[in-house]
């Protein structure tokens, strides 16, 4: 077979109608079961909560308002996977893009008009997350350093940053524009957050079912080499994968600032590792040439009603980095097991 063909069959396009079957078969399961265990898991944390508090309005608009970022974390983690890459510095991006982003708007806020601010700010946290994801392609696909490594470095870089910039402390005094025009304005129970990351969301998918750059990237994730010989632009879409995730984690460090009106310097580091969990759980796989942008919503969504459950029902918040380190250990796992699968058919 081909390794054209092998990129398609893994996506679930090949034209090799029992392979794709079973592999379309199998990525939908995916979904269709991490939709069952979600439903127990709301069941348990509704019966454990004070007076059902689990499924109020406003704790559900807590977890859409949630999802908004890490869903934009996910679909990063989930492409860079396809491709047999990984990004460990996304909480970092997120949290030195709120810095920046924040520090601008604040000079601004009191000379320009606070809608100019805010347009500023949410292109300078988007700009300063392709310039730290350009710098984290550049190594990886020019230097030759392994992703993990290369973005292990710019976790430890961008967080220091952050820190610096932020002189040690969280942001106060952002426009208050940012939460009443933007944060805080819903549709029904819908947050305008959560609404712009489905959106974002659903245009990276499409993009990559539809374009030669989602074909040439499950291609560069199934077999780098016989991908470059092919003539895949190998550094080029390498640079592109991880500037489209550190620009997500941008937009998330946006976003981030409209929901709490203030930076959080000292959180997010955990956030790369739920992303690459939920990626994982939905079927994503972490070798590359496969991707499920449907089960990794999923994944992620089931790593938000863990998140909140916990907080609900008043366990310690160490419970949350253990809950996430064994949907890691889970992930990787089936991750494992459906290759064996794979390979055994």
Request: zero cysteines; hydrophobic letters at 55%.
């Given at each position: 077979?081909?390794?054209a063909?092998?990129?398609?069959?893994a996506?679930?396009?090949?034209?090799?109608?029992?392979?794709?079957?079973r592999?379309?078969?199998?990525?939908?399961?995916?979904?269709?079961?991490?939709?069952?265990?979600?439903?127990?898991?709301?069941?348990?944390?509704?019966?454990?909560?004070?007076?059902?508090?689990?499924?109020?309005?406003?704790?559900?608009?807590?977890m859409?308002?949630?999802?908004?970022?890490?869903?934009?974390?996910t679909?990063?983690?989930?492409?860079?996977?396809?491709?047999?890459?990984?990004?460990?510095?996304?909480?970092?991006?997120l949290?030195?893009?709120?810095?920046?982003?924040?520090?601008?708007?604040?000079?601004?806020?009191?000379?320009?008009?606070a809608?100019?601010?805010?347009?500023?700010?949410?292109?300078?946290?988007?700009?300063?997350?392709?310039?730290l994801g350009?710098?984290?392609?550049?190594?990886?696909?020019?230097?030759?350093?392994?992703?993990?490594?290369?973005?292990?470095?710019?976790?430890?870089?961008?967080?220091?940053?952050?820190?610096?910039?932020?002189?040690?402390?969280?942001?106060?005094g952002?426009?208050?524009?940012?939460?009443?025009?933007?944060?805080?304005?819903?549709?029904?129970?819908?947050?305008?957050?959560?609404?712009?990351?489905?959106?974002v969301?659903a245009?990276?998918?499409?993009?990559?079912?539809?374009?030669?750059?989602?074909?040439?990237?499950?291609?560069?994730?199934?077999?780098?080499v016989?991908?470059?010989?092919?003539?895949?632009?190998?550094?080029?879409k390498?640079?592109?994968m991880?500037v489209?995730?550190?620009?997500?984690?941008?937009?998330?460090?946006?976003?981030?600032?409209?929901?709490?009106s203030?930076?959080?310097?000292?959180?997010?580091?955990?956030?790369?590792?739920?992303?690459?969990?939920?990626?994982?759980?939905?079927?994503?796989?972490?070798?590359?040439?496969?991707?499920?942008?449907?089960?990794?919503?999923?994944?992620?969504?089931?790593?938000?009603?863990?998140?909140?459950g916990?907080?609900?029902?008043?366990?310690?918040?160490?419970?949350?980095?253990?809950?996430?380190?064994?949907?890691?250990?889970?992930?990787?796992?089936?991750d494992r097991?459906?290759?064996a699968?794979?390979?055994?058919d």
């Amino acid at each position: 077979m081909s390794t054209a063909t092998q990129i398609s069959t893994a996506d679930g396009t090949s034209t090799d109608g029992a392979l794709t079957h079973r592999l379309r078969r199998g990525l939908a399961n995916r979904a269709v079961q991490i939709i069952l265990v979600e439903i127990v898991v709301i069941a348990v944390f509704q019966a454990l909560s004070p007076d059902g508090a689990f499924l109020s309005e406003a704790n559900i608009r807590g977890m859409l308002l949630t999802a908004s970022q890490v869903l934009l974390l996910t679909a990063g983690q989930a492409v860079l996977m396809s491709a047999g890459h990984i990004d460990v510095s996304q909480g970092a991006v997120l949290i030195v893009s709120s810095v920046v982003s924040g520090k601008v708007m604040i000079a601004m806020s009191t000379g320009a008009g606070a809608g100019t601010a805010l347009l500023v700010g949410l292109l300078v946290a988007v700009v300063t997350g392709a310039v730290l994801g350009a710098v984290n392609g550049v190594m990886t696909g020019l230097v030759g350093i392994s992703s993990l490594v290369a973005t292990l470095g710019m976790l430890s870089v961008a967080t220091g940053v952050a820190q610096v910039t932020a002189g040690g402390v969280n942001l106060t005094g952002l426009p208050t524009e940012l939460a009443t025009g933007f944060g805080n304005v819903r549709f029904g129970v819908l947050p305008l957050p959560t609404l712009v990351g489905l959106v974002v969301l659903a245009v990276i998918w499409i993009l990559f079912r539809t374009t030669d750059w989602g074909t040439h990237v499950l291609a560069m994730g199934s077999d780098v080499v016989a991908a470059r010989r092919a003539g895949i632009k190998t550094l080029r879409k390498t640079v592109s994968m991880f500037v489209l995730s550190s620009v997500l984690a941008g937009l998330a460090g946006y976003i981030d600032l409209a929901r709490y009106s203030t930076t959080n310097i000292s959180g997010h580091l955990n956030d790369s590792m739920a992303a690459i969990a939920a990626a994982l759980i939905g079927g994503t796989a972490l070798t590359g040439g496969r991707i499920n942008f449907l089960g990794a919503v999923f994944g992620a969504l089931l790593a938000i009603i863990l998140q909140s459950g916990l907080v609900i029902i008043d366990l310690s918040p160490f419970y949350q980095t253990i809950a996430v380190g064994v949907m890691l250990l889970i992930a990787v796992s089936l991750d494992r097991g459906n290759r064996a699968r794979l390979g055994a058919d």
